[in-house]
Structure formats: structure tokens, C-alpha cells
């Protein structure tokens, strides 16, 4: 059987959790040569053959030389999955500069950085899938800060669609809604009951990570600047 990511090499930001974690096995299972980078730990973690490196996705340094390392490793740099997030629970009265430079830096600006460099070291037929949020639609209260990263980023996922179009780079988004990872669990406002959620309505990482590696896939070629709902109906419920 042909493995659709056989010699292509795919860069994974936020690797070590649930969903980064969980598209590592996904192009891993289609042939794909990984490097995957994460600020967290790898322990517990393996797969055969993938490069994994500490990365503060935040600083265009580190993320041109992950960028880097994954050409001077593989020969190539073919897809980039931009997974890393981050919330903070907080008013918009109490979100201080600092809050919102971190969860810009990590949710925003790391995606403009791998664009940045993927576009300057990808090849024709590449592609780059950014892992935006529900919330970038419709949001929830303390959460001003995450909410508006994530919708910025759907609006750079077009931007890059347009100027990625004549380099034949693709460009799209998925927008998952609540899936079985800490940070849903985590959430302040779901432990406090303040916002409840039907089982039913909990999505596995593995199904988030299917939607990504289609996006990335061949299959996928006339696919750019699209936003994918990956969230078992939410937004369409009225």
C-alpha cells in the first residue's frame, strides 16, 4: 500500500499533547518524516525515527532553526501543523500587557513565524494546516485574550492562502471544538461548572488529527484558505 507522506517531512509544533501528539502518529502512520517541537516534555513518547526538539515557538530564532533543522535532517521541509496554544483565564479588566503578549506570541506570532520560514524553504506542493479554536467564532467569557489569537489566525491562514497561492503552498485551518486533551479538562470554567459539556459533544484527539493530515494530504490539492470545523456540530447548534 502507498503511504501518502512517504518522503515528505512534516514539522509539528506543540507535539508533545494531545492533538500534536496525536497528528505525530497520524503522518507517521502515512510514511512521514517528523520533526516535532514542543517547550514541554517528550517523556513517554516515542516514535521511531522522529526528531524532537525544544522550541519556544514565540521567538522567530528558535522557530527559523527548527525550521531549519528539519531541511538539514531530511533534506526537506514539506508540511508545518501549527498545534502549539495557549489559554489564560482571565477579564479583559485583568489581562495585563504581559498576558496578552504570551498568548499573542503563542497563538499568533508563532504562526506567522513558521509561515514566514516554511515559505522561504518549502517547495511547490507543500502545505501548512494551523490549529486554530471554535473560539475564534464563538467564544465564551474569560477568554478574550485566547479568543482573539485564534480568530487572527484564521484571518492569516487566508493571507498566507493568497501569497502561498503562486508558490503552490496551501494554507488552511481547522477549527476544533471541545476535545479529550488537559486543556479542556483544565479549564477553569468547565471545573467550575460555570460552562458544562455533553460527552457527547467530546471530540478524541485521533479525530482532530485525521482532519489535519487530509488537509495536508494530495487528496486535499484544491483546498486552500478554508477554516474546518472539527467539532461535532457545535458552532451549528443555534
Same mark, same amino acid.
Given at each position: @500500500?502507498?503511504?501518502?507522506?512517504?518522503? +515528505?517531512?512534516?514539522?509539528?509544533?506543540?507535539?508533545?499533547?494531545?492533538?500534536?501528539?496525536? #497528528?505525530?502518529?497520524? &503522518?507517521?502512520? !502515512?510514511? /512521514?518524516?517528523?520533526?516535532?517541537? $514542543?517547550?514541554?516534555?517528550?517523556?513517554?513518547?516515542?516514535?521511531?525515527?522522529?526528531?524532537?526538539? =525544544? *522550541?519556544?515557538? =514565540?521567538?522567530?530564532? !528558535?522557530?527559523?532553526?527548527? *525550521?531549519?533543522?528539519?531541511?538539514?535532517? &531530511?533534506?526537506?521541509? $514539506?508540511?508545518?501543523?501549527?498545534?502549539?496554544?495557549?489559554?489564560?483565564? +482571565?477579564?479583559? !479588566? $485583568?489581562?495585563?500587557?504581559?498576558?496578552?503578549?504570551?498568548? @499573542?506570541?503563542?497563538?499568533?506570532?508563532?504562526?506567522?513565524?513558521?509561515?514566514?520560514?516554511? &515559505?522561504?524553504?518549502?517547495?511547490?506542493?507543500?502545505?501548512?494546516?494551523?490549529?486554530?479554536?471554535?473560539?475564534?467564532?464563538?467564544?465564551?467569557? @474569560?477568554?478574550?485574550?485566547?479568543?482573539?489569537?485564534?480568530?487572527?489566525?484564521?484571518?492569516?491562514?487566508?493571507?498566507? #492562502?493568497?501569497?502561498?497561492?503562486?508558490?503552490?503552498?496551501? *494554507?488552511? /485551518?481547522?477549527?476544533?471544538?471541545?476535545? $479529550?486533551?488537559?486543556?479542556?479538562? %483544565? %479549564?477553569?470554567?468547565?471545573?467550575?461548572?460555570?460552562?458544562?459539556?455533553?460527552?457527547?459533544?467530546?471530540?478524541?484527539?485521533?479525530?482532530?488529527?485525521?482532519?489535519?493530515?487530509?488537509?495536508?494530504?494530495?487528496?486535499? =490539492?484544491?483546498?486552500?484558505?478554508?477554516?474546518?470545523?472539527?467539532?461535532?456540530?457545535?458552532? /451549528?447548534?443555534?
Amino acid at each position: @500500500m502507498v503511504k501518502s507522506f512517504n518522503g +515528505r517531512t512534516v514539522l509539528i509544533t506543540g507535539a508533545a499533547g494531545g492533538i500534536g501528539w496525536a #497528528a505525530a502518529k497520524a &503522518f507517521a502512520e !502515512e510514511g /512521514a518524516s517528523l520533526v516535532l517541537a $514542543d517547550l514541554g516534555s517528550f517523556a513517554g513518547r516515542d516514535l521511531a525515527g522522529a526528531v524532537t526538539v =525544544s *522550541c519556544d515557538v =514565540s521567538k522567530e530564532g !528558535e522557530v527559523e532553526a527548527v *525550521c531549519q533543522l528539519a531541511i538539514d535532517r &531530511f533534506g526537506s521541509l $514539506d508540511i508545518i501543523v501549527n498545534v502549539a496554544g495557549l489559554m489564560i483565564f +482571565r477579564s479583559i !479588566e $485583568d489581562l495585563t500587557e504581559q498576558d496578552w503578549q504570551k498568548v @499573542m506570541g503563542v497563538n499568533l506570532l508563532s504562526v506567522a513565524y513558521f509561515t514566514k520560514h516554511g &515559505f522561504l524553504r518549502m517547495k511547490p506542493g507543500s502545505a501548512i494546516v494551523n490549529v486554530s479554536s471554535v473560539h475564534a467564532v464563538r467564544t465564551t467569557p @474569560m477568554v478574550a485574550s485566547y479568543a482573539a489569537a485564534k480568530a487572527g489566525m484564521l484571518a492569516l491562514t487566508r493571507a498566507a #492562502a493568497i501569497e502561498g497561492k503562486p508558490k503552490r503552498i496551501r *494554507c488552511n /485551518a481547522v477549527l476544533p471544538g471541545a476535545i $479529550d486533551t488537559p486543556m479542556l479538562w %483544565n %479549564n477553569p470554567n468547565i471545573k467550575s461548572g460555570a460552562e458544562t459539556i455533553d460527552p457527547g459533544d467530546v471530540g478524541k484527539p485521533e479525530e482532530l488529527a485525521a482532519a489535519i493530515r487530509f488537509l495536508a494530504s494530495p487528496e486535499a =490539492s484544491f483546498i486552500t484558505g478554508a477554516s474546518l470545523a472539527v467539532d461535532g456540530g457545535r458552532l /451549528a447548534q443555534l
